[in-house]
């Protein structure tokens, strides 16, 4: 006899409890690794939506051992962010699925869930609380909060505040949770590296276990404008998107409400649009029925006259602070950046910004495969390298040959940032972007023209050695070859040092002799 069902409902907390490994949680090297990731982004975020110049510092130590492979490690993150409003913090700690990240603007953060993800794997593995320490205005706030999982509800188990008598605002958040220190240490080490590059307005500071002090000092005031919200883009709405739209403009007359409630919806463009379905501009929203909502979604998808979505949203790191950055942190030769014009996927504005970065003080691939540093938002993106469209553009669709480059032999280094306000992560882990044909066209036009300008550097640097080496061969005999002619002469003949390198001169075609 088979038994009967039983159904129930779990709350979103309840829910990646039981399946933290689709948020990067899958072992104790990952673990710890995506808990500092994502509490860095989270700062970062902070600063810069304000237009701070961040300066982060961010402790690990370790508190105890679990087992042969797991340590309990302590994290703690402070951050000049400016700080939460009091009402908002325990929520915004201790609620999966509550946050700042639900608009369309250009953030780290995505899903609202990658910090308090890792707030909730620790307590799930050590049973201890977090601690938040919030300067917010004239106040300093305390507070130690554990997740109600089953409810998803944060639980205040203590609530303290003070004059803030230094004038600080920012957010310091502790937790202790179980990872494996040793084998994470490396990754999170190359992880602030590779947000520093892309970060040299700020300071990044990290203390290791041993009370080592890693720090990455700024090197220029210089920051990006931050991004703006945006309305979305009738191309990248679905049915579901304007019935939540229709609930919240009830009262609006339809022509208010397209060209309100859309991104790149004027009133000509609007009206055309209502004349097509045949429905009166001033008509109440709160008239329209669910077939008539199907019919405008579909209208708005396959009208193909609207402008593409305003990239003045976005905020790209600049060609100027890639530059900085890459300077700052790879020290090399000679490099190339490009940020490409802003282009659009499925109504989301994006931008695409190129780099290679070629000798100095970078080494060649150890294995053999080039070596990329991808970005998404200015988020390292270190794990499932394969399955990025960076990387299928660079090992498949590049032709490195036709710019006598070799990235798997050569010391190079290449950098692609995609910032966008939806990135298509392919997991909520946020660790690789999908190969969208928009975007892997602007990746792969990025990397030739960046490509152009390293080859013509090398080749141009290329004769100048050519240059050298020949003009040394004169340098050597010609001295001689004019003794031997002053000799034969009988001594009539006198010819000065100076005319010697006036000649050598003539006879350099790339500067050589002054290089």
Sequence with gaps: MSQEEKFKEISPADFFYRNRDIAGFSNPVRALYTAVRELVENSLDACEARGILPDIILFLNIEGQADSERNIVRIKIADNGGGIPPEHIPNAFGKILFGSKYTLIQSRGTFGLGGKMAYLYGQITTNNPLEVTVGYRKKIFFFKIMIDIKKNEPMIL??????????????????????????????????????????????????????????????????????????????????????????????????????????????????????????????????LGLD????????????????PPDAGVLSPIGEELLKEGIKKELEPEVLAVESRRPQAYSGHPFI??????????????????????????????LYDEANDVAYKVVNKLMNWKRYKIDPRVDPVRIIVHICSTKIPYKTVGKEYVADRPEIEREILNGLRNT?????????????????????????????????????????????????????????????????
């Design 158 to 287: 203590e609530r303290k505040e003070k004059p803030n008598s230094t004038g600080w605002n920012g957010t310091i958040v502790s937790f202790t949770l179980e990872g494996d220190y040793f084998r994470a240490f490396p990754k999170i080490l190359e992880y602030i590296k590779l947000s520093a590059l892309v970060t040299p307005y700020g300071n990044i500071t990290l203390v290791d276990t041993y009370g080592r002090l890693i720090r990455f000092s700024r090197s220029t005031l210089k920051m990006p404008n931050p991004p703006r919200e945006t309305l979305p883009h009738p191309h990248g709405v679905d049915v579901e998107m304007v019935k939540r739209l229709v609930e919240e403009n009830k009262k609006k007359t339809l022509l208010s409400f397209l060209t309100k409630s859309f991104h790149r919806v004027g009133k000509e463009t609007a009206r055309k649009i209502l004349e097509q379905l045949k429905l009166p501009p001033d008509e109440s929203v709160g008239s």
């Design 292 to 307: 008539d909502i199907v019919r405008l979604t579909q209208a708005l998808k396959s009208y193909d006259d609207f402008l």
């Design 352 to 381: 695409v910004e190129v780099g290679i970065a070629y000798g100095g003080k970078i080494t060649p691939p150890p294995d053999g495969s080039p070596i990329i540093y991808r970005y998404a938002n200015r988020i390292p993106l």
């Design 451 to 515: 490509s152009r300008e390293i080859s013509t550097y090398l080749s141009r640097k290329r004769s100048v050695e050519r240059e050298k080496k020949r003009l040394d061969v004169y340098r050597k005999y010609l001295p001689l070859i004019i003794k031997f002619a002053e000799e034969a002469a009988g001594g009539k003949i006198r010819v000065k040092e100076t005319d010697i390198k006036s000649l050598l001169s003539k006879m350099d075609r790339y500067g050589a002799v002054q290089e």
